[in-house]
């Protein structure tokens, strides 16, 4: 561990944030559909200067409520509609992470553990990875991982406050703890901040930023011989701010608009949870896989610790509340129908935590070092090590792997011109012998050696992001948003058709008033358009549209097939 006084720990976390997360935003296109959809909804409050309604294509949006659309927006005001400041609140949102874990781990344990905390959340892979990104969980994940923190104080302050007394040595009485600061009741005020986070979360994603520290308060609860985490006046009073918080824009829209929004919006709450998205159906472990892989390395390092929801010591007393949170996460999000990489990111939080405290309990000897851990940390480290060598080469090659992919509009994507330095596989290749280094030294140098896995990894993520990611998006999408770029400003019609996207809107900027005809896609191939009309199909289902005499190519280019209206 480098020799920094404790006291300058926030400042280097700072620091590191700035770097890693804040430079190269704007280098790659947002990615179709989440990142653009987001920005989308900002960009419609700008234009229309509604930011009290959701919006897509300047009609109701019931998916999402507004809060991380608000933080966008307000971006987009200071930076300019890009994807810069689409992404930007989640880069702001990485630096309060990073602070907010030193903070925690410093207050359980000390400022090293506080630290490993923090750079292990730092140094793993999507952790790391959403902060650049225009996604809403990292804010969401935020937002809840703060809740749950005030939570687990108040329950702590309520459990210190019920211990009896200690006799001194004359007999008399003398306090254990020190009696609750908030008047009115134990951890008042901790519930309070509580309901307040918790009410954000809710305002950013939905229900289910209620639903998750709910059920966790559940499992502890049962866990626990249903004794009781929190009084009755500080839970109504954690309900009572949680509601005062989303009324201020859920109780707006019913009073201005009726109740219809929110009943669609709970509606799509429902069909989410019980249907599965097209193209988003994946089997029960699907989540188990994801966090594995994605939070590498530390979810190989807290794997040892995901079982202890009891007796875990009186130095751990936050582990059962991590644990219980990481499977009400895992589990809710398994039985989910729609299964998408972020919704399980909330794992990521009791994950790092557990990952530190197994470091730190290495470091200090209470525990040895356990059999497998580092083969486990080699055999999954090299192979993503060669998962990411291995990108850049076949970019550079793709021509040897062509003839081995059966998916045709694959294969079209990977004729995109793209300039590659030739270097590029060294981010993987470095990454993968800086990993073997710090793993042998695990054992016996367990802090310079965690700073160093961490470090390492992150610098990977950084280099990668900035030099592989751009040719990426430009195989797979950057030729038909590029298009949509070209048609900015002229008065014209330009759609998908045969699949769902986003990219129009944003790349396009699409301003009102909307034709809502244009959501049909008969209008749009038969019907009596009133402006020149683009259409673009991706070349898997290109066929059937290329047989109707009302529409000629224009262009057919990297699996995409774009139609003219005559």
């Known amino acids: 561990m480098p020799r920094i006084n404790p006291r300058y720990y926030p400042i280097l976390l700072i620091a590191l944030g700035a770097f890693f997360f804040f430079p190269f935003l704007g280098r790659v296109h947002l990615f179709d559909w989440d990142e653009i959809n987001f920005a989308e909804s900002a960009r419609e409050m700008l234009v229309s200067g509604n930011y009290a309604r959701v919006q897509i294509n300047f009609q109701p949006f019931w998916q999402k409520p507004p809060l991380f659309f608000w933080l966008q927006a307000l971006a987009m005001h200071v930076f300019g509609v890009d994807e810069y400041a689409a992404r930007f609140p989640n880069a702001v949102m990485g630096v309060l992470t990073l602070l907010v874990l030193y903070g925690v781990g410093r207050r359980l344990h000390d400022a090293r553990f506080g630290l490993l905390w923090a750079l292990g959340y730092l140094g793993s892979i999507t952790p790391h990875f959403y902060f650049k990104t225009a996604i809403i969980d990292p804010t969401f994940n935020f937002?809840?991982?703060?809740?749950?923190?005030?939570?687990?104080?108040?329950?702590?302050?309520?459990?210190?406050?019920?211990?009896?007394?200690?006799?001194?040595?004359?007999?008399?009485?003398?306090?254990?703890?020190?009696a609750s600061p908030y008047r009115g009741g134990v951890g008042v005020g901790y519930t309070a901040l509580a309901g307040l986070f918790l009410g954000l979360a809710v305002l950013t994603k939905g229900p289910v930023g209620a639903l998750l520290p709910g059920l966790m308060l559940g499992v502890l609860w049962a866990v626990g011989g249903f004794k009781p985490l929190l009084s009755w006046k500080a839970l109504g009073l954690m309900l009572a701010v949680g509601l005062l918080v989303t009324t201020a824009w859920f109780g707006l829209e019913v009073a201005q608009n009726g109740p219809w929004f929110l009943v669609e919006f709970i509606k799509y709450q429902i069909v989410l949870f019980t249907t599965p998205d097209a193209g988003h159906e994946q089997p029960f472990y699907y989540h188990f896989l994801v966090v594995l892989l994605g939070a590498f390395p530390m979810s190989v390092l807290a794997i040892r610790y995901l079982t202890r929801l009891r007796n875990t010591g009186a130095d751990a007393p936050f582990m059962p509340w991590m644990v219980a949170l990481f499977w009400v996460v895992m589990i809710v999000f398994s039985i989910v129908r729609t299964k998408i990489v972020h919704y399980s990111s909330m794992a990521w939080f009791p994950v790092s935590y557990l990952a530190a405290y197994h470091l730190y309990a290495l470091a200090t000897g209470r525990v040895r070092w356990p059999r497998g851990l580092s083969a486990g940390l080699l055999v999954l480290g090299i192979l993503l090590g060669i998962i990411l060598t291995a990108a850049p080469i076949v970019g550079m090659h793709k021509d040897v792997l062509i003839p081995y992919i059966k998916d045709p509009f694959a294969v079209a994507n990977l004729q995109a011109q793209v300039s590659w330095g030739g270097w590029e596989w060294l981010i993987g290749g470095g990454w993968m012998v800086a990993l073997v280094g710090c793993v042998l030294q695990l054992r016996r140098h367990t802090y310079p050696a965690?700073?160093?896995?961490?470090?390492?990894?992150?610098?990977?993520?950084?280099?990668?992001?900035?030099?592989?990611?751009?040719?990426?998006?430009?195989?797979?999408?950057?030729?038909?948003?590029?298009?949509?770029?070209?048609?900015?400003?002229?008065?014209?019609?330009?759609?998908?058709?045969?699949?769902?996207?986003?990219?129009?809107?944003?790349?396009?900027?699409?301003?009102?008033?909307?034709?809502?005809?244009?959501?049909?896609?008969?209008?749009?191939?038969?019907?009596?358009?009133?402006?020149?009309?683009f259409l673009i199909a991706k070349i898997t289902n290109a066929d059937r549209y290329r047989q109707n005499p009302n529409l000629e190519v224009v262009k057919e280019e990297n699996g995409f097939v774009f139609f003219k209206r005559k």
């Open 143 to 178: 937002f809840i991982f703060v809740g749950v923190w005030f939570l687990y104080k108040a329950s702590a302050e309520k459990r210190q406050n019920n211990t009896p007394p200690l006799p001194d040595r004359e007999g008399l009485k003398v306090a254990q703890v020190k």
């Open 450 to 533: 965690a700073v160093g896995l961490f470090g390492s990894t992150a610098l990977m993520l950084f280099f990668f992001a900035s030099n592989v990611v751009p040719n990426v998006e430009q195989i797979v999408q950057g030729t038909v948003i590029e298009f949509y770029q070209s048609k900015q400003g002229q008065d014209v019609y330009v759609e998908p058709i045969g699949y769902k996207s986003y990219a129009q809107f944003f790349y396009f900027e699409k301003k009102p008033p909307i034709n809502p005809r244009t959501a049909d896609e008969e209008f749009l191939l038969n019907g009596p358009v009133d402006k020149p009309t």
